[in-house]
């Protein structure tokens, strides 16, 4: 048992992404060639991980994948990036979690999501994680796992006074209600916060709405990213939402520009506690931003050594 401490831990999914490229979408029953194929590390859990630890925090991992090749190459891809793997589970039972992903010339796609070994992470892999969760900091959960273990996590580490991230992704519109009390922050998009709240939001002002209709269900904090735009920002002991702005960059891959926001945002939260919620937010806009000018995922989150000082 590792009586390591940790700045983050990431409670979530594990995805290898397989990607090809074709002129069309292929139709029902049909064989088309495509022109490119890669293969990629993804999962909203890993991606948040993978940036957080980029920044410099010690993060550790709980999740499951396959006893295959892709699990191998993925507990891998943790040491890597310095992300600690003692709860990184390999099950024989289900293949490691897959993303394959059909593009088009004109940028449309085709996603077949199989999660595979994610949904066996379970209450028992938790229980062997509670002594590390009692010693982190920073706790981030989001939904492509079984939302109940996601749910289990979250008040484990409240019960313990680890701070929380929930990160309602993808959206589902029957979110259990306890997930807004067991957030210390409550993080999502436009279209997660429109699918959660019901009503439209385009704009910094909707946003702005949504954010308070979100926080009177009992989070802490909530925030919701509006790509180009930055961020909404609103805390319950503050009444007034904030709009945190960023400077808009041409986007050339926005692939994963909200995991690296929320990974940038645990990094903060655990390295500088007493930051105001506001600031963190702006330095994890301009994480995000960085992300966004490079093609790919994981491979578009920016090293600290990479960044302006004065993001430290
Ligand atoms: P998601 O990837 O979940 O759709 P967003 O599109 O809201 O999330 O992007 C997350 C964050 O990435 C934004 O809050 C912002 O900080 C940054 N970002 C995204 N697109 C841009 C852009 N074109 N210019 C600058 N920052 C961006």
Do not use: W
């Not at 999501?113 to 066996?120: C, D, K, Q, Y």
């Not at 019960?159 to 999502?188: G, M, Q």
């Amino acid at each position: 048992m590792t009586e390591k401490a940790f700045d983050v831990m990431v409670v979530g999914s594990c995805m290898t992404d397989m990607v090809s490229q074709t002129p069309r979408l292929p139709k029902a029953g049909e064989t088309i060639h495509g022109f490119k194929f890669f293969i990629g590390f993804g999962g909203k859990g890993a991606n948040q991980c993978i940036q957080a630890a980029r920044l410099g925090a010690r993060t550790t991992m709980v999740c499951k994948v396959g006893k295959d090749v892709f699990g191998d190459n993925y507990i891998q891809n943790f040491k890597d990036n310095g992300v600690h793997t003692d709860f990184v589970g390999q099950t024989p039972d289900a293949a490691t979690g897959t993303a394959s992903i059909i593009v088009n010339n004109a940028g449309e796609n085709a996603i077949v999501i199989v999660a595979g070994a994610n949904m066996l992470l379970d209450s028992v892999d938790l229980q062997e994680a509670l002594p590390a969760i009692t010693r982190s900091k920073v706790l981030v959960c989001q939904l492509e796992i079984n939302p109940q273990i996601s749910l289990q996590a979250l008040r484990m580490a409240q019960k313990n006074k680890v701070k929380t991230i929930f990160n309602p992704a993808p959206a589902s519109p029957d979110l259990d209600p306890e997930f807004y009390t067991a957030s210390d922050v409550f993080c999502c998009n436009e279209s997660e916060a429109e699918m959660l709240t019901g009503s439209v939001v385009t704009n910094v002002e909707e946003a702005r709405g949504a954010a308070q209709e979100l926080l009177k269900r009992g989070c802490k904090s909530v925030i919701i990213t509006l790509g180009p735009q930055g961020c909404v920002v609103v805390q319950a002991q503050e009444s007034t939402s904030k709009h945190v702005p960023t400077t808009a960059v041409k986007a050339i891959d926005t692939t994963g520009a909200g995991d690296s926001f929320i990974g940038a945002l645990a990094f903060y939260m655990a390295h500088y506690p007493t930051m105001a919620l506001e600031e963190m937010t702006y330095r994890a806009n301009q994480v995000a931003g960085v992300s966004v000018q490079a093609v790919g995922t994981q491979t578009s989150f920016p090293i600290r050594a990479g960044l302006p000082a004065d993001l430290f």
